[in-house]
Structures are given as C-alpha cells and as structure tokens.
C-alpha cells in the first residue's frame, strides 16, 4: 500500500457572528487549520490536520509548505502501514537509517515548532487511512478503548462577571456535567479573573466539574495570586497558568497550590512533555494531534501520563480531524477521563465533514466507524481553502 500523493489545504472559514468571542487572542471572526489528505496508489485515502496556533486562527501557508516541499518527497513511494517508520524518517530526516539502525534520534534541526505539526497531520492522516483500509476505528489499533462512553467538558466562557454564571449554565442545560472557563490577561487584572470564577462557581451545582484557562498569560505571582484567590472554587484543574517557556515557572505555582495544574497543548513530542513531568510542572498532561507530533506521539505521552500516574486530557480545540484524533487517544488509554468539547464557533468541527459529531447528554461513545470517522465534504474545502 505505497503512498502516491500527499496534499496540504490551508482552509480558513468565516465563523458566524452570533457565535464570535473575544479573549486575549483578539475577536475570533476566522477559523483556520490545514487538512491534510495522503493517498495511495490504489486511491485510498486517510486524513488529518496540522496546527498554525494552539487557538483556532493563524497563516498554514508555512505548513502547507513544509508538507508538500519537505515531507511529501521523503514519503512518496513509501508502504503507507508503516506508521512509525515514517514517523521516523520525518523527524530524522537523511540520517533516518541511523536512527533506526542505533536505536536513538538524529533528528532535524526542526525537531520542534511548525515542523512537528507538519508531521502531526500527515501521522494522523496515516492513522486514518490504515483504520479505513482494515475497517476498523484507530482506537482499535491503539489497543482498543478503555471504556465504552466518556464524560465530555464543554469549553468555553468567555463572559463577564455577571454572565459567566449563565454562559456555563446553559452548557450544563445540554447535559455537560464539566465546563470549562477562560481567565488571565483578558480580565486586565487579577482580581476579575478572581471575581469572574467566583461567580461562575457559584451560579453551577457543586457536581459540576469547573475547569479553568489562562492560555499562559499569567506572570508567576499573578498566577499565585489567582490560586490563592479561587481556592475555594473546588476547581478541577488550572490550565496554562503561565507561558509555556517557563516550565520552571509552571512548577513554582503548582507547588504553592493544591489547585491541579495542567498543561501540554502547546508542547511539541513526548520529549517536551517528559521534560515537564521530571520538573513536577503538571497534573495533567494535554496534547494536541495537531501539534505534538500526531497520534503516535501523543501516545507516546498517553503512555508518560499512565507511567507517572498523572490524568490526560488531550487538547481538542480544533477541527474534526484533530477532534476525533484526540477522542480515539483518549478513549485507548486508561489515564484519560474526560474529552474536551468545544463550545465556541467552530465551523471546522461541523460543516467540514459529511459526518456529525455530538455529546449526548455530555457524554462521548467510543468511536466505532473506520479510521478516525470522518470525511471531508469537499464542497466545504473547496470553497474555503486559501
């Protein structure tokens, strides 16, 4: 099952104005990713997505790039099943025969930033295409699913004060039994990010899980001075308290609180993640398909996260492909108990693919369709890609 073509589409779609928020990344009118499609010389194809930015709005064109310029001429011709192997080749690059003969890495100078996420979407589309050619979803390949359904979170709230409590609520009102909210420099200070929690906690019944985000917009002492301020929210995790450059940083705050820390999204292979574990930075390990270096390496982090005993919580904000990516890693791996679902506009996770995806009464099933389950309506691509 040699590979033929391997394509990269920059797609960047208007998000509906009613459904448009405002957070420390801007007004969300623009939802961006970029699809990636392998097929093989038989015709058989198997998708995924490449990230820009951890958010849902930034240029693919340097992915696009990358893919079709650097990772395509490496794979074209390849045996499309043999998934880590390609993993290897593009993370190595010329000296993959030394990887794979020694046991180590010798990877390319972009082992890290746009690169890997150049890599996450063709392994993902690869992950895809095998599920598709054997008819069986990729969390059957993974091992197969730790449970048969898993609680959802929907993420969002981006209200004030005063609304917050009802922009959660009516998540709960579709069945959610976990939200999630963002704080940090959006709020201007400290004590609004304080006062907005507060309310939120107290608008929801105490059953229900209270997640919190900063987007790593905290200093260390305001990232402090937040948890001290909500430590009697009974919040669930406190998620990207500071910037991810400051691992250190992230270890000083989770040691001055009982609050749990989680963090990853914005990390780049197991190793980066590993890196965070040996620091005592985190509780919850967060990676993204679309960024961490695709199915494989996030489970290679699913595998970090049962060896330390810490939660995962993969990072689902994005399309459908990077969606359910992150549902099947959820779903295989037995340190996972909770699914990010977005409530914000998100036409990516929608109107892309032919199929629907939904959380009935705030839960997810397993995934049962071949591949990762989803297609591109092509209509859709066409229309919105750059």
Same mark, same amino acid.
């Given at each position: 099952m040699k590979i033929d073509n391997i394509e990269a589409f920059w797609l960047r779609c208007p998000i509906e104005e009613s459904k448009q928020h405002r957070s420390d990344y801007g007004l969300l009118t623009h939802f961006d990713m970029t699809l990636v499609v392998v097929t093989t010389e038989d015709g058989q194809q198997g998708f995924g997505e490449a990230k820009a930015a951890v958010g849902s709005s930034g240029s693919c064109a340097s992915i696009v790039s990358c893919i079709e310029n650097e990772i395509k001429p490496q794979l074209v011709g390849t045996d499309a099943r043999n998934i880590t192997q390609a993993w290897e080749r593009m993370y190595n690059g010329s000296r993959d025969h030394y990887a794979l003969s020694r046991g180590r890495k010798f990877p390319i100078l972009g082992r890290r930033g746009l690169t890997i996420s150049a890599l996450s979407g063709v392994d993902t589309a690869l992950w895809d295409l095998k599920g598709k050619t054997l008819g069986v979803p990729v969390v059957a390949l993974l091992g197969g699913s730790c449970r048969d359904e898993m609680q959802a979170y929907a993420s969002g709230g981006w209200a004030d004060t005063e609304q917050?409590?009802?922009? &959660? &609520? $009516?998540?709960? =009102?579709?069945?959610?039994?976990?939200? +999630?909210?963002?704080?940090? @420099?959006?709020?201007? *200070? @400290? +004590?609004? $990010? @304080?006062?907005?929690?507060?309310?939120?906690? +107290?608008? &929801? %019944?105490? $059953?229900? +899980?209270?997640? @919190? /985000?900063?987007?790593? *917009?905290? =200093?260390? %002492?305001?990232?402090?001075?937040?948890?001290?301020?909500?430590? /009697?929210? /009974? &919040?669930?995790?406190?998620?990207?308290?500071? =910037?991810?450059?400051?691992?250190? !940083?992230?270890?000083?705050?989770?040691?001055? *609180? =009982?609050?749990?820390?989680?963090? !990853?999204? $914005?990390?780049?292979?197991?190793?980066d993640m590993r890196d965070m574990i040996a620091l005592k930075a985190l509780d919850v390990l967060q990676p993204d398909c679309a960024i961490v270096g695709g199915i494989t390496e996030a489970m290679r982090t699913a595998q970090l996260a049962h060896t330390y005993q810490l939660e995962l919580a993969p990072h689902c904000w994005g399309s459908a492909f990077s969606f359910m990516a992150g549902v099947s890693v959820a779903f295989a791996s037995p340190s996972a108990n909770v699914i990010e679902f977005s409530s914000g506009g998100n036409p990516m996770m929608y109107d892309l693919v032919n199929e629907k995806i939904s959380a009935e009464n705030g839960m997810i099933k397993a995934p049962s369709a071949p591949g990762l389950g989803v297609t591109p309506n092509w209509d859709f691509v066409n229309e919105f890609k750059q």
């Open positions: 917050i409590g009802e922009q &959660l &609520l $009516s998540y709960t =009102s579709k069945g959610f039994q976990g939200v +999630k909210m963002r704080v940090g @420099v959006m709020d201007k *200070t @400290v +004590k609004t $990010s @304080v006062q907005r929690v507060q309310a939120a906690r +107290k608008a &929801l %019944p105490e $059953s229900v +899980k209270l997640m @919190v /985000d900063a987007h790593g *917009t905290f =200093s260390v %002492p305001e990232a402090k001075q937040f948890c001290k301020g909500v430590e /009697d929210c /009974d &919040l669930y995790w406190f998620e990207e308290p500071i =910037s991810p450059d400051n691992r250190n !940083g992230t270890a000083e705050v989770r040691q001055a *609180t =009982s609050i749990p820390i989680a963090a !990853g999204e $914005s990390e780049y292979t197991a190793f």
